[in-house]
T-cell receptor, first 112, second 109 residues
Framework: DTAVSQTPKYLVTQMGNDKSIKCEQN?????MYWYKQDSKKFLKIMFS???????INETVPNRFSPKSPDKAHLNLHINSLELGDSAVYFC???????????FGSGTRLTVV | GQQVMQIPQYQHVQEGEDFTTYCNSS?????IQWYKQRPGGHPVFLIQ?????EVKKQKRLTFQFGEAKKNSSLHITATQTTDVGTYFC?????????FGTGTSLTVIP
């Protein structure tokens, strides 16, 4: 069983569209995250979320919004997609605190 | 967020040579983590260091945390082609980990 699963694996879409990426974890972890990895492989945290608190990195445009229907899911919704949004988006989870993160396999988003 | 710089950005080695990547912070870290990302893959957690001067080993990999807890290193002895990938350190701010810039390792057979 995949611990952290993301769908879709690849997403190609036009500028201006709205899209969502889904993430599910079956590890029972309390905290989930979204990271963006650009073409230079720099991993930038976008959000962290548990059932108590959402932390948004201040540099993330408000076109990006996390949605968590329950503790095992943290979806990423993106409005009005721009060319610069093209990247690989990783979902991750952890038990919280200073434990290591378990990453999903990533979603490669290409905006044309 | 936490700023951690890694050097070098890229490293090419002949198979069998050693490899080291360094992670440096301007502030004292409570702990530091290391991850490996294979080409086309996702980051995989390797280890966490917490104590000042801590040294941990995983087979050919040796991880160190500086005495001042402002730097860390990952050393690979006698690299193999399976070591290819990007190695990241990650440091916490609050309940979020900020990743270093990464070191991409290429191993030439």
């Amino acid at each position: 069983d995949t611990a952290v699963s993301q769908t879709p694996k690849y997403l190609v879409t036009q500028m201006g569209n709205d899209k969502s990426i889904k993430c599910e974890q079956n590890l029972g972890h309390d905290t989930m995250y979204w990271y963006k990895q650009d073409s230079k492989k720099f991993l930038k945290i976008m959000f962290s979320y548990n059932n108590k608190e959402l932390i948004i990195n201040e540099t993330v445009p408000n076109r990006f919004s996390p949605k968590s229907p329950d503790k095992a899911h943290l979806n990423l919704h993106i409005n009005s997609l721009e060319l610069g949004d093209s990247a690989v988006y990783f979902c991750a989870s952890s038990p919280g605190g200073t434990y290591g993160y378990t990453f999903g396999s990533g979603t490669r988003l290409t905006v044309v | 967020g936490q700023q951690v710089m890694q050097i070098p950005q890229y490293q090419h080695v002949q198979e069998g040579e050693d490899f080291t990547t360094y992670c440096n912070s301007s502030t004292t870290l409570s702990n530091i983590q290391w991850y490996k990302q294979r080409p086309g893959g996702h980051p995989v957690f390797l280890i966490q260091l917490v104590k000042s001067g801590e040294v941990k080993k995983q087979k050919r990999l040796t991880f160190q945390f500086g005495e001042a807890k402002k730097n860390s290193s990952l050393h690979i002895t006698a690299t193999q082609t399976t070591d290819v990938g990007t190695y990241f350190c990650a440091a916490p701010t609050g309940n979020q980990f900020y990743f270093g810039t990464g070191t991409s390792l290429t191993v030439i057979p």
